[in-house]
């Protein structure tokens, strides 16, 4: 529950538009939003830099005693080029998570570093590269490093719709301090289809995603190995715009699965995200904005009966900002609350709050 807690809020923190864009271009007014995936790079136009700063608190009880609890700072760089032939966005992050018990106290240090790049070859068709890293080292020495390449092509069909796939890597490698290391490697395929219709800063977008990996195992190092499960990933983005308002929304479904001898693991997760801005002014801007995640594990072993786990965490924000021909400046505070429920054991409860700070120049 604890680190599932983290990671959500990690997800969520962020006062940028919370549909990032897998194959469109990004259209968000907040102008320091990027695409989360390479595809929507090729086709971007943004030149910009960008710093962030975010703080997540959170405490966990059970009957009405606090079992555990923690914090979380990240700061980050990010910006963008987008010029006629080749365009990247970029972003490095650093940050730290504690969380402590009764008994044990616990610290994290991660360092994401991510780069999207796409080669625009002709006005309807390009190529991208995207390449992201997340290293991880625990208290005790101990570092994990999950690292993603992807290579894709998209077609811009010149009537708003574009078309985009590719191929991918995805290995994650654990290092102890006192044993060899050992990793795992798969393969993924992706694709999307998106359509937009703008005219000036009016307008929508809407786009599908679907992402695959089959399951592999690693080989042994030590006694130890790591298993990739086998994954979907479907998503959908929608940006609506119009005069002062505008609405972002994504939801997404992902499942995966790992089976071994005797042992068999399914999960599912979905989320909905919302975010609403209105324009007070040609300056400021306020941004409420909801997250909804749920997640569903069961586990199945044939010495055993299956076991069931559930969670759910809500993320309620309230955002505002400034905003110049170069400038923009925003915050949003967060109140997160969250349940964790093992089959046949008392619920867990979680609560606490995100703040998040970001400033950029735009050229």
Known sequence: M?????????????VSAIADNNILPT????????????????????TFIGAGYDVIKYDIEQNGNNLANGDTKIGS??????????????????GRIKSQTSSTRSTNDSTVVLANMGFKLTETFGLSLGVNSICSEEQNGDETTASDVDLGASINLENGTYIGFGIGSKRTEKVPMTNPSYDVSTTTFFAGIGHENFENDNGYQIEGF?????????????????????????????????DNLEFTASVSNESGEVTESGYEKETTISTIELELEYKINENFYIKPALALNSEEVEVTKSTSSESEEE??????????????????????????????????????????HTLSINLGYIF
Do not use: M
């Not at 604890?2 to 962020?14: D, F, G, M, N, T």
């Not at 592999?216 to 479907?234: A, H, T």
């Open 2 to 14: 604890r680190k599932a807690i983290v990671c959500a809020s990690l997800a969520c923190a962020s």
């Open 27 to 46: 259209r968000s007014r907040d102008r320091l939003t990027t695409g989360s995936h390479s595809l929507s790079t090729i086709w971007t136009k943004k």
């Open 77 to 94: 760089i990010s910006g963008g080029y987008g010029g006629e032939i080749f365009s990247i966005e970029y972003a490095l992050g650093s």
């Open 210 to 242: 679907i992402k695959l990996n089959s399951e592999n195992r690693g080989d042994e190092s030590g006694g130890k190995f790591l298993i990739q499960p086998s994954r979907s990933i479907v998503e959908i983005n929608y940006l609506y715009a119009l």
């Open 311 to 352: 969670e759910f965490y809500s993320i309620y924000g309230i955002g505002a900002g400034f905003r110049t021909s170069n400038i923009e400046f925003n915050a949003k505070y967060g109140f997160l609350t969250g349940t964790y429920k093992e089959k046949s054991a008392p619920e867990y409860d979680a609560d606490g």
